[in-house]
């Protein structure tokens, strides 16, 4: 007998945002507006340049591809519009180069009690 699974809940995607079956979309290869992250961020991965050995894993294991490699200046670069603290690329560091430190320790910290939520 196969294993009864959970019953999931339903999400209510609002039409603009609706994808229809057999539908494309872009491979997110550069910045899509639609997705930037609103004010919800509580946490936020602060690197540290020294212990980071640029192994890449965190550029890999983000789901919203926030961190590149740059070249020139030889160090990894976070994307502050798109993160959205989820923080795998944190717990996948092999270096512990990179710390989770709530957002409303930054001035444009996105947790901001003036913006709605
Ligand atoms: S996973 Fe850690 S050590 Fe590797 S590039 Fe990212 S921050 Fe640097
Ligand atoms: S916290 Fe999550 S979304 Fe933000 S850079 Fe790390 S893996 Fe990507």
């Known amino acids: 007998m196969s294993k009864k699974l959970p019953e999931l809940g339903t999400i209510n995607v609002p039409h603009e945002r609706s994808v229809p079956f057999g539908a494309i979309t872009p491979a997110p290869v550069h910045q899509q507006d639609l997705f930037i992250t609103s004010n919800w961020r509580i946490v936020r991965p602060v690197i540290d340049h020294e212990k980071c050995t ?18 020139k200046e030889d160090m990894m670069e976070w994307n502050t519009n ?3 603290g989820c923080q795998i690329c944190i717990h996948e560091c092999p270096s512990d180069a990179l ?19």
């Open 82 to 84: 798109f993160c959205k």
């Open 99 to 117: 710390t989770a430190v709530p957002e409303l320790d930054f001035e444009d910290g996105v947790v901001r009690l003036e913006k709605p939520f």
């Open 54 to 71: 640029r192994c890449l894993t965190c550029y890999i294991a983000c789901p919203d591809s926030c961190w590149a490699y740059n070249e």
